[in-house]
Nanobody, 115 residues
């Protein structure tokens, strides 16, 4: 019943921007933290950031100043605003929610940063 659907990925030039969206359903979205992860080829999946139910956020140190997480509880959607993109940001980006007792993942959306 729980579903997470990412969208907004694509091809962008270095220095460009993208906004990813994750539409959630099947649980009471407002009560749960949401996370963004990413996984580059031959790399481990890593946390990009977290947004908590009270709207406070955490962003990985290496991404602070470029990436911003937000949420719209009325739309049950979490966003990842990515600015000043670099080639090393190329990865599949995943939305994640912990809804006891399971950890749910979206299908991922590809972000490719290249000139």
């Amino acid at each position: 019943q729980v579903q997470l659907v990412e969208s907004g990925g694509g091809l962008v030039q270095p220095g460009g921007s993208l906004t990813l969206s994750c539409a959630a359903s099947g649980f009471t979205f407002i009560n749960y933290l949401m996370r963004w992860y990413r996984q580059a080829p031959e790399k481990e999946r890593e946390v990009v950031g977290t947004i908590y139910s009270g709207d406070s956020t955490y962003v990985a140190d290496s991404l602070k100043g470029r990436f911003t997480i937000s949420r719209d509880n009325a739309k049950s959607t979490v966003y990842l605003q990515m600015n000043s993109l670099k080639p090393e940001d190329t990865a599949v980006y995943y939305c994640n929610a912990l809804v006891d007792p399971y950890n749910y993942w979206g299908q991922g959306t590809q972000v490719t940063v290249t000139s």
